[in-house]
């Protein structure tokens, strides 16, 4: 067995995994191909968070059965919070699967790899609440930009969530180990951390006692190379002025803040085991624009939570108006068997569903004031190379994360290499996206504070 291709699906962290595996996988000698057509063994780390993750991943083991039945791969193994989640469901009604590694077992992907075949069906489950291992990467992002982990697991245990069942308890990586890996990663070149864990605002809590991101932050800030760090999932109530402090005053802190808020709904948080309340939530963003000019907000938001009845999904359209969050995911209720919230009274998935379009009818409305703002403007864009399609260069500013956000499209009078950073002057957009062209001169007036 020697060509190997990893599909990875889910969040930042489980691609974290995904690159830790093509670390391990390239050390073992293998050679790693992004087709599966041509590789001899596929790989599918897959998500398990809500149902249409689910059916995501089952499509692709689906996908990969073909394959085996008329390519050249032998071996499919199936990896991740799925495996993780289902692992006597999975073998059981998918026999085409070779082998089963969860989410505690990382590590032994490549002696799994080695030991499938035939009739034997290894299935790694190793302790999901045992310490992160410190393994190597192999980066999978960029070029200039790379996640970085600084814990793994959960403890919150909201009513609704299956992740703390799939992924352990809340366990922070030591900070000397974060810190060095920071600086490897600047040392290949990536100059902006996005900077993720199921809940950062918690991290240190469980190694140290006390919270340690705002330390941790203006850590990252000072080693050489870094240009950007981006906080991603910062639950409101841990949102202290002591963290502000450290956004505020931090100039490689982009000031873009992902802040999950679920609902604003008091009785429904408190049902949901949500920490804060929605009167904490209504305080905290007025007082981070005060603090903080010019930041970006994005949040998560879910229609038909146990308990949302016409008023309550109204007080959450109303505060979205008002609030004016800049960027947003919305999603419909998915009720998940071993949760609390799976048998409590909720509106059907239809419902759900027709409530989540509405809502994204008010963002896409903010969307458009915010992006109308920027006209005129100058921001600082990272280069992610160019596209093909549109004859233009493709990047990100402070106000775009990768993946959940959208882009800048740029033309420019030289080439532009990816992975640099050039100063855009937006002039309009294309297909929705913000559009613009390289500045030939700085511009004294209207240029954005994006770091």
Same mark, same amino acid.
């Given at each position: 067995?020697?060509?190997?291709?990893?599909?990875?699906?889910?969040?930042?962290?489980?691609?974290?995994?995904?690159?830790?595996?093509?670390?391990?996988?390239?050390?073992?000698?293998?050679?790693?191909?992004?087709?599966?057509?041509?590789?001899?063994?596929?790989?599918?780390?897959?998500?398990?968070?809500?149902?249409?993750?689910? @059916?995501?991943?089952? &499509? /692709? +083991? =689906? !996908?990969?059965?073909?394959?085996?039945?008329?390519?050249?791969? $032998?071996? #499919? %193994? *199936?990896?991740?919070?799925?495996?993780?989640?289902?692992?006597?469901?999975?073998?059981?009604?998918?026999?085409?699967?070779?082998?089963?590694?969860?989410?505690?077992?990382?590590?032994?992907?490549?002696?799994?790899?080695?030991?499938?075949?035939?009739?034997?069906?290894?299935?790694?489950?190793?302790?999901?609440?045992?310490?992160?291992?410190?393994?190597?990467?192999?980066?999978?992002?960029?070029?200039?930009?790379?996640?970085?982990?600084?814990?793994?697991?959960?403890?919150?245990?909201?009513?609704?969530?299956?992740?703390?069942?799939?992924?352990?308890?809340?366990? @922070?990586?030591?900070? &000397? /180990? +974060? =810190? !060095?890996?920071?600086?490897?990663?600047?040392?290949?070149?990536? $100059?902006? #951390? %996005? *900077?993720?864990?199921?809940?950062?605002?918690?991290?240190?809590?469980?190694?140290?006692?006390?919270?340690?991101?705002?330390?941790?932050?203006?850590?990252?800030?000072?080693?050489?190379?870094?240009?950007?760090?981006?906080?991603?999932?910062?639950?409101?109530?841990?949102?202290?002025?002591?963290?502000?402090?450290?956004?505020?005053?931090?100039?490689?802190?982009?000031?873009?803040?992902?802040?999950?808020?679920?609902?604003?709904?008091?009785?429904?948080?408190?049902?949901?085991?949500?920490?804060?309340?929605?009167?904490?939530?209504?305080?905290?963003?007025?007082?981070?624009?005060?603090?903080?000019?010019?930041?970006?907000?994005?949040?998560?938001?879910?229609?038909?939570?146990?308990?949302?009845?016409?008023?309550?999904?109204?007080?959450?359209?109303?505060?979205?108006?008002?609030?004016?969050?800049?960027?947003?995911?919305?999603?419909?209720?998915?009720?998940?068997?071993?949760?609390?919230?799976?048998?409590?009274?909720?509106?059907?998935?239809?419902?759900?569903?027709?409530?989540?379009?509405?809502?994204?009818?008010?963002?896409?409305?903010?969307?458009?004031?915010?992006?109308?703002?920027?006209?005129?403007?100058?921001?600082?864009?990272?280069?992610?190379?160019?596209?093909?399609?549109?004859?233009?260069?493709?990047?990100?500013?402070?106000?775009?994360?990768?993946?959940?956000?959208?882009?800048?499209?740029?033309?420019?009078?030289?080439?532009?290499?990816?992975?640099?950073?050039?100063?855009?002057?937006?002039?309009?957009?294309?297909?929705?996206?913000?559009?613009?062209?390289?500045?030939?001169?700085?511009?004294?007036?209207?240029?954005?504070?994006?770091?």
């Amino acid at each position: 067995m020697s060509k190997v291709c990893l599909i990875s699906l889910g969040c930042a962290k489980n691609l974290i995994d995904s690159e830790q595996m093509l670390s391990q996988l390239d050390d073992g000698g293998f050679e790693l191909t992004d087709d599966p057509a041509e590789a001899d063994a596929a790989i599918v780390n897959t998500c398990a968070f809500i149902e249409s993750a689910k @059916s995501e991943a089952i &499509e /692709n +083991i =689906i !996908s990969m059965g073909e394959l085996k039945k008329t390519g050249k791969l $032998k071996k #499919l %193994i *199936v990896t991740g919070c799925l495996a993780q989640r289902y692992k006597e469901e999975l073998l059981r009604e998918m026999p085409e699967i070779d082998a089963l590694l969860g989410t505690g077992s990382v590590s032994e992907i490549v002696d799994v790899l080695k030991s499938a075949g035939g009739d034997t069906k290894p299935q790694r489950y190793g302790d999901i609440n045992a310490p992160l291992d410190e393994a190597g990467r192999v980066i999978s992002t960029g070029p200039g930009w790379a996640y970085i982990k600084i814990a793994e697991g959960c403890s919150n245990k909201c009513a609704y969530c299956v992740i703390p069942s799939i992924r352990g308890k809340y366990r @922070s990586r030591p900070m &000397e /180990n +974060i =810190i !060095s890996e920071a600086k490897a990663l600047a040392e290949t070149g990536i $100059k902006e #951390l %996005i *900077v993720v864990a199921q809940d950062p605002t918690l991290y240190g809590v469980d190694l140290y006692r006390e919270r340690k991101l705002s330390e941790l932050v203006r850590r990252l800030c000072a080693i050489e190379g870094v240009e950007w760090v981006r906080l991603h999932y910062l639950y409101p109530d841990a949102v202290d002025d002591e963290l502000i402090d450290a956004i505020a005053t931090e100039p490689k802190v982009l000031k873009y803040l992902d802040i999950p808020i679920q609902h604003i709904n008091n009785a429904i948080l408190k049902s949901m085991r949500r920490r804060g309340t929605g009167d904490d939530i209504r305080a905290l963003f007025p007082k981070l624009r005060e603090r903080i000019p010019g930041v970006v907000l994005r949040t998560s938001v879910i229609t038909g939570l146990p308990g949302e009845g016409e008023a309550e999904f109204e007080e959450l359209c109303e505060f979205l108006k008002e609030a004016k969050i800049e960027r947003a995911g919305v999603f419909p209720f998915s009720p998940e068997e071993g949760t609390d919230a799976f048998n409590m009274p909720h509106v059907d998935g239809e419902e759900a569903a027709r409530r989540a379009e509405l809502v994204m009818e008010i963002q896409e409305k903010v969307m458009e004031e915010y992006n109308a703002s920027r006209l005129g403007t100058t921001v600082k864009v990272l280069c992610e190379g160019f596209d093909e399609d549109v004859g233009l260069y493709v990047g990100r500013s402070f106000a775009e994360s990768p993946d959940v956000d959208g882009y800048i499209y740029f033309g420019a009078q030289d080439e532009c290499e990816a992975g640099e950073f050039y100063d855009v002057t937006i002039r309009g957009d294309l297909d929705g996206e913000l559009a613009g062209e390289v500045a030939r001169e700085p511009e004294e007036n209207g240029t954005e504070d994006n770091i």
